[in-house]
């Protein structure tokens, strides 16, 4: 992978992902008030999975008139099936989590989901992938940053919490399972699998505890689902996908999480939600800790694990 490459993977893609997902916190938020949280990801899925079909056959008409665009990797359908498998179940077990904890308030809200970044090099270090000190320090400097933006009035334990810290340790699970399997199949196909498990999943959780909305229900949540399942599901995961190929999953991740900098921007912007000293400062302290991390390593082993 040259160099150019590595920074559209491993900055761009996952700096859009994280502005799709802040913006969208608002859709979940307005989601979460009109249907049942299983039911609005059931269908929030559901939207989703046509969408990716056709991305799918999109891609696929680019790369024969233009087989540089990107790769169309030889995957057997035993890797397609068990990496869509274990991304769909843990994707799907995490926004449930999250959309049961999302009346914690969007602001603990994103700051516990974001949680994943620390959890992440966790996992890696039981894996036997360890990540070097600068990592680590980026890290820790961005918990600093998203404390200070999302946190205003204290910080105390609810159930809702709980659910949101189970949130982050799922999600953790799922870009561990992407960063697996992204190298070995196609990322349209991967994500478009991804949902459709996700969906049965959902479903799922809607039948057994009976959340099944009432007639017209899906009509009046219409726009969130659409917002949340075209752009947040069908368009930002997938460039999840695409941005762990071959890259840092910690770095990325990073990056990422900027989608609480992003949801406090928006929310400025279109909603004139004024943003306090205290959130600039820790959007400014999260930029800090991705621009250290992005910088060059002049270590060999450091740049070696990093691989």
């Known amino acids: 992978m040259n160099s150019n490459t590595s920074f559209v993977r491993q900055t761009i893609l996952p700096l859009i992902a994280a502005f799709i997902w802040g913006s969208a916190f608002a859709a979940q938020y307005l989601g979460a008030d009109r249907m049942p949280p299983f039911a609005f990801n059931t269908f929030r899925n559901l939207f989703a999975v046509p969408f990716l079909v056709i991305l799918v056959f999109v ?8 087989p540089n665009f990107e790769p169309d990797y030889k995957h057997s359908d035993k890797e397609m099936v068990k990496g869509g498998i274990l991304c769909g179940i843990t994707l799907a077990v995490a926004m449930n989590f999250q959309q049961l904890g999302i009346g914690s308030g969007a602001g603990k ?17 039981v894996i036997g992938k360890r990540q070097p000190a600068r990592i680590w320090l980026c890290i820790f400097i961005a918990v600093i940053g998203l404390y200070l933006l999302c946190i205003k009035d204290g910080f105390t334990i609810e159930k809702t919490d709980i659910y949101l810290i189970l949130c982050a340790v799922t999600y953790a699970v799922q870009m561990t399972f992407v ?7 196609d990322a349209v196909r991967l994500s478009c699998f991804e949902f459709a498990v996700a969906t049965v ?24 689902l659409l917002y949340t399942a075209i752009l947040s599901s069908g368009v930002a995961y997938t460039l999840q996908i695409f941005s762990q190929k071959g890259t840092n999953i910690s770095i990325v991740s990073l990056i990422l999480c900027m ?8 929310g400025a912007l279109f909603l004139h939600e004024a943003m306090t000293v205290r959130e600039y400062i820790g959007s400014l302290i999260m930029l800090a800790a991705i ?7 002049k270590n060999k082993k450091e740049e070696v694990k990093e691989q």
């Open 59 to 66: 891609f696929d008409f680019i790369r024969k008139k233009n």
């Open 259 to 266: 989608e609480s900098v992003f949801a406090a921007l928006t």
């Open 201 to 224: 999943v959902c479903a799922g959780f809607m039948l057994a505890f009976r959340q099944i909305p009432e007639p017209g229900m899906v009509g009046d949540t219409i726009g969130p």
């Open 291 to 297: 621009v250290i991390s992005q910088l060059p390593s």
């Open 179 to 185: 960063d697996k399997y992204s190298l070995r199949v």
């Open 109 to 125: 809200a994103g700051f516990l989901t974001a949680l994943y970044i620390v959890i992440i090099p966790i996992i890696g270090m």
